[in-house]
């Protein structure tokens, strides 16, 4: 069982609709979960933390946390045609207070106009 | 503010050939990390620096792979011999704090492409 899960995908949806994006982990201790974008060819990069359970929500961005059953979410709402990238979840470990990331392998998603 | 800097963006070696690449952090960030991504998967650590020190390299190749970041600052990673399963991107992020728990960013370089013919 790989740490950090994801579905490949692609997840595709229309422009408009909202997308959602899941995210598994097997470390039941971690504390600290993150989202990043990554365009085609391009390197990753942070758009969300998430740390309490809960949603968390940053303009057309909401990160839902779920410790008991492990689980992370992004939600995109009013998707657009710029948000097509593959979308990377990342968590801390409870036992490291050193920094390691553990990703997922990404979920590609495609929003067409 | 400049971003990671990486060199070079591209190299295509034959197996068994030795190669390395560069990364120069962002200005004041003492925490540096080589990761490496394969097509179609996450970015796996290879190794993290506190300033000059290696701090968690268990998942270095350390027969064929070696790294060092002289003076807390730029860094190298070497692959010698090279293989045909190194092919993939290695990228090079640096942050700003030492990484507590609930630190997560880290600002990655755009990568040096790697194809072992």
């Known amino acids: 069982q790989k740490e950090v899960e994801q579905n490949s995908g692609p997840l595709s949806v229309p422009e408009g609709a909202i997308a959602s994006l899941n995210c598994t982990y097997s470390d039941r201790g971690s504390q600290s979960f993150f989202w990043y974008r990554q365009y085609s060819g391009k390197s990753p990069e942070l758009i969300m933390s998430?740390?309490?359970?809960g949603d968390k929500e940053d303009g057309r961005f909401t990160a839902q946390l779920n410790k008991a059953s492990q689980y992370v979410s992004l939600l995109i709402r009013d998707s657009q045609p710029s948000d097509s990238a593959t979308y990377l979840c990342?968590?801390?470990?409870?036992?490291?207070?050193?920094?390691?990331?553990?990703f997922g392998q990404g979920t590609t998603l495609q929003v067409k106009p | 503010e400049a971003g990671v800097v990486q060199s070079p963006r591209y190299k295509i070696i034959e197996k068994k050939q030795p190669v390395a690449f560069w990364c120069n952090p962002i200005s004041g960030h003492n925490t540096l990390y080589w990761y490496l991504q394969n097509l179609g998967q996450g970015p796996e650590l290879l190794i993290r620096?506190?300033?000059?020190?290696?701090?968690?390299d268990s998942q270095l190749p350390k027969d064929r792979f070696s790294a060092e970041r002289l003076k807390g600052v730029d860094s190298t990673l070497k692959i010698q011999p090279a293989e045909l399963g190194d092919s993939a991107v290695y990228l090079c992020?640096?942050?700003?704090?030492?990484?507590?728990?609930?630190?997560?960013?880290?600002?990655f370089g755009e990568g040096s492409r790697l194809t072992v013919l």
């Open positions: 998430i740390y309490s359970n």
């Open positions: 620096y506190e300033n000059e020190e290696a701090v968690d």
């Open positions: 990342a968590v801390k470990r409870s036992s490291s207070n050193t920094g390691k990331l553990i």
């Open positions: 992020a640096s942050s700003s704090t030492p990484g507590g728990p609930y630190t997560g960013e880290l600002f």
